[in-house]
Structure formats: structure tokens, C-alpha cells
């Protein structure tokens, strides 16, 4: 076996997703050599930010806005647009790479609308592919353009362990003359939580988090956050304790999946020149600021995942602070193909030599963008008129998690100087939320009013050239980057609208 795996030079790769990141390390990759960073989303929210992991692009140039068909989620201008030059498509066409996918893919692939479960992405040798969106029993998958049915038999169906057997059965059987690449993409701890029935019974004492931020008001921030109730009602905490308790008892069943997988790559002499990517596309929020249960906020619990790394030349046991973000994924692991990611039109930049230490804070990014599009009915929701139209999400005691006006864009700063986060919403006040992360990691105070003018006036400049940006654009100096040159006179004039209303906005 040794001699096989020696006649490809080429490293190896397994990037596995689980959805909606908690607070849980997986088993296997916490006592191995590993990098972990503190990484960021380019959208909270399942199918845009998927789609930047995919493209290396911010949702403004992939263009996928939420998780529905007219939101551009797997739909046929995603599947001609972008589909052909995602990183998985590259890695087989120019880099010689044998390629599976299992799991879910988009919210709406599998759509009638979308081509059906017929459509292979490009990019795939192996595919097995979830139609639409998250299930653990009861789902069909597409397994190389044909519909295989699954039922609710735990032995044959549970479907984070149907992916760890299609895994080691592609690690058993695939080519040893070729390079791989595997994407295993796990339900858990999507809802609905259904965990394996020898760990429903884990974790039983087991609450949420009661940070400082747990079932407080928001009281200086965006309307929507201002709209939660407090406190909560004790049905809505129950609710949210045992949502909590479900990811957990669902994520068990993903460490076994991680084991198996490794191991596996052990008995067969690759685990050495194989690199193993362990990530989320969004975070979850459970009671922070009185919001029961759901992402789609601009707060770290929402747009902060954990990121870990294992795999040749890297250190074991380094926790890095460079800012990384799910646009850099594509990038790297193309670096790490040997494919040159500047014939790419990705926006993100390879971290592969960070995690190998030829790479210091200096020469590294000090910012990256934040962006997502709210999402409202028509119409009212009956069991909540007062909020009246422009709301989702809602639950029984009508605390809305989404409205069309919770569109907002952010810069997320880390550098030795600032910790700094700085957000717009597109609404009728251009509301501004600005929080110095360092001093208050809970994002408890809202200081756009407080905050040096020049400061909000230079944040302000770059969101707007983010917001515009792609590719080697939106690598640029940030502001509190020292190569960083400010000049007023490049304001965008399509944008002097929102500087003039920012200045009366913070007054």
C-alpha cells in the first residue's frame, strides 16, 4: 500500500461540513496535530455561504442571496454561471484529481425547476448528492444522477452514518494512481436533531449557554433585535435548551463519522500526506439577545465557525489568529493541488502557508466582508398582524428571527491594533452597529455614536470597496492594515448617498 500512495505526489484531501456550528470540538481532530483558526462566514446563512465555500467568492459575486430557487440557490444561472468554476470542478479537470461528494450539497438541489436530481455538479467523479435540504430519515439521494430512496430504518437510513459507509467505501475502492478529494457534507446538527437512538439520551443535563449576552435586550441595535422579548418565556428557553441538547446528541454520531474516516486513511498508509479540513457554514445563535433559535445575524455566534487543520507540515496543536474566512477555503486547498489561484476569479486567499509557518501577521489580511440579504412575507403572518408585513421566521410568541430590511454588510477587522466589527444596514436609517470586540466580546454595546468620526468615515470607505470588490480587490489593505492609504476623493459617487446619511445617522 505504501508503495501505491508513493507514486502520487500529490497531497491528499477530506473537507468535512457539518451545518450550523456549535460549541463542540470533534474527538478525533482535537487530539491530533492540528491548526485551529477562528473563521468567518461570508454570509450567515446555509445555501449563500455553501456557495462561497464552492466559489471562493463573497456572495456579491456569486450572487446567491438566500436559500430559495429566485435567490439564485442551486437554480440554472447558478449551475451555468458558477457550477464550472467552483474549486471541486478544477481540482478534477486541471489538477488531475479524483473527486466525491456526499451529503448536502444546496437547499434546492434536487428541484424539479433545477434539473432534478439528474444534475451532477461538474466537478464530481463520485456523487452523492441530499435533495434539498437537511433530513436524518425519510430523504432521497441522488448517488450519480439516480434517485435512491431511504426510510426511517436506523440500521440502513440514518443518514450520518449512510455518509461515513459511501466514505470508506470510496476510500476502499478508489484509484491509488490518482490524487483525492472528498467532500463529506453532514445534516448534523441541522435541525430537525435527530440523534441516533443510542445517543438520545446523552447530555441530558445539558443547557445553552448563559453568556452575558443570553436573554438580554439589544436595546441599541437593529429593530429586529430590539423587537425580541424579554425575557423569554419559559416555553421559548425549554425550547431552545432542548434544540441545544439535540445538536449536541446529533453531533456524536458526526465524531464517529470523523473517526471512522480517519482511521481508515490510517490502516491505509494515507493519513500522512492526506490534509483534513473540519468546518461549518454558519453559526447558531440560542437565546443570545432574546432570539430563541437561528443564524442569519451579524453577531460572532452567527458569523464565527471553527476551523481545524491536520494534515503534512503543519505543527500539531497551533491555535492561529489570522483572520480566515470560508472564501479562503477554495484558495487553499487549490494551493495545496499545486493550481495557481490567481488564474481564478476567487476572491479569498490560501492560508496554506500560515498553517506551514511561512507566513507571518504582517503580510497577511486585516479584514473581510460580511454580507446578507433579509428575507420577509407579503402578507402578515396570521398568528403575529401587529408586526404587520416584512417579517419570517417567526415563532409562537411572535419573535421574528428575519425581515426584508435585515440586509446588512459588515467588515470584520482583526489586527494586532482592533478587533473591530463595522456594519450597514440597508434600510430607511442606515442603521450602524460598531463593537470593539476585545473590550466586549458579547457585542453588548452598540458604539457607532461614540467612536471617532474619522474611524466610522474610513469603515465606512471600506465597506463600500468590499461591497464593490473581486478578486485581488478584495485583498487590499484594510484599515488598520499599516500599507492601508486613505483617500477621500475615491468615495464612490453611486454610494455618496449613504456617507451623507451616515454622518446625520451617528450625529
Not at 115 to 122: A, M, N, Q, R, Y
Not at 275 to 280: A, P, V
Request: charged share 20%; proline share 6%; hydrophobic share 30%.
Amino acid at each position: 500500500m505504501k508503495d501505491q500512495v508513493l507514486k502520487n505526489k500529490k497531497k491528499q484531501i477530506c473537507y468535512m461540513l457539518m451545518q450550523q456550528a456549535p460549541n463542540h470540538k470533534v474527538k478525533i481532530l482535537s487530539v491530533s496535530s492540528r491548526v485551529f483558526f477562528p473563521q468567518f462566514v461570508a454570509s450567515p446563512l446555509c445555501c449563500p455561504s455553501r456557495a462561497s465555500i464552492l466559489t471562493g467568492k463573497y456572495p456579491h459575486n456569486h450572487h446567491v442571496i438566500n436559500n430559495t430557487l429566485d435567490g439564485n440557490c442551486s437554480s440554472k444561472a447558478w449551475q451555468k454561471s458558477e457550477e464550472p468554476h467552483t474549486f471541486p470542478a478544477l481540482l478534477k479537470a486541471s489538477a488531475g484529481y479524483q473527486t466525491f461528494f456526499a451529503g448536502k450539497y444546496l437547499n434546492q438541489y434536487g428541484h424539479s425547476e433545477a434539473g432534478g436530481v439528474e444534475h451532477i455538479p461538474p466537478g464530481w467523479s463520485y456523487w452523492v448528492g441530499l435533495d434539498k435540504n437537511s433530513k436524518y430519515y425519510n430523504y432521497t439521494l441522488s448517488v450519480n444522477g439516480k434517485a435512491q430512496k431511504h426510510g426511517a430504518d436506523y440500521s440502513k437510513d440514518y443518514l450520518t452514518d449512510l455518509l461515513a459507509n459511501m466514505s470508506l467505501d470510496f476510500l476502499q475502492y478508489k484509484t491509488s494512481y490518482q490524487p483525492f478529494f472528498m467532500m463529506v457534507s453532514t445534516p448534523a446538527p441541522h435541525s430537525p436533531w435527530t440523534a441516533a437512538p443510542q445517543y438520545q439520551k446523552r447530555f441530558n443535563n445539558t443547557k445553552a449557554p448563559r453568556d452575558p449576552n443570553f436573554n438580554v435586550h439589544g436595546k441599541d441595535k437593529h429593530w429586529l433585535i430590539r423587537q425580541a422579548k424579554t425575557p423569554m418565556s419559559n416555553s421559548s428557553i425549554r425550547f431552545l435548551d432542548d434544540a441545544f441538547r439535540g445538536r449536541w446528541q446529533t453531533l456524536l454520531s458526526v465524531d464517529d463519522l470523523v473517526e471512522k474516516i480517519v482511521k481508515r486513511l490510517e490502516v491505509r498508509g494515507e493519513l500522512n500526506n492526506t490534509y483534513i479540513f473540519f468546518t461549518s457554514d454558519n453559526g447558531y445563535h440560542t437565546g443570545q439577545f432574546s432570539l430563541p433559535v437561528d443564524k442569519r445575524q451579524l453577531y460572532e455566534f452567527d458569523i464565527r465557525v471553527p476551523l481545524m487543520v491536520r494534515g503534512p507540515n503543519i505543527k500539531p496543536n497551533q491555535t492561529s489568529q489570522m483572520l480566515v474566512a470560508n472564501v479562503d477555503l477554495g484558495p487553499t486547498i487549490l494551493d495545496i493541488a499545486g493550481y495557481n489561484v490567481n488564474k481564478t476569479q476567487m476572491d479569498g486567499m490560501s492560508f496554506l502557508p500560515i498553517m506551514e509557518g511561512k507566513m507571518n501577521g504582517s503580510s497577511w489580511r486585516t479584514d473581510i466582508l460580511v454580507e446578507y440579504e433579509g428575507e420577509g412575507r407579503n402578507k402578515s403572518d396570521p398568528a403575529c398582524p401587529l408586526l404587520g408585513p416584512g417579517v419570517s421566521e417567526c415563532f409562537p410568541d411572535c419573535v421574528c428571527e428575519d425581515s426584508y430590511n435585515n440586509t446588512y454588510a459588515c467588515v470584520r477587522t482583526i489586527a494586532r491594533s482592533s478587533n473591530l466589527q463595522y456594519c450597514e444596514f440597508d434600510d430607511n436609517e442606515v442603521f450602524v452597529e460598531v463593537y470593539n470586540v476585545t473590550a466586549d466580546p458579547y457585542q453588548l454595546t452598540n458604539i457607532a455614536k461614540t467612536i471617532d468620526k474619522e474611524v466610522l468615515e474610513k469603515m465606512n470607505h471600506r465597506l463600500m470597496m468590499l461591497q464593490s470588490c473581486s478578486a485581488q480587490s478584495c485583498r487590499t489593505p484594510g484599515v488598520y492594515d499599516p500599507r492601508y492609504k486613505f483617500d477621500p476623493r475615491q468615495m464612490f459617487t453611486s454610494h455618496s448617498w449613504r456617507l451623507s446619511r451616515l454622518r446625520q445617522t451617528v450625529k
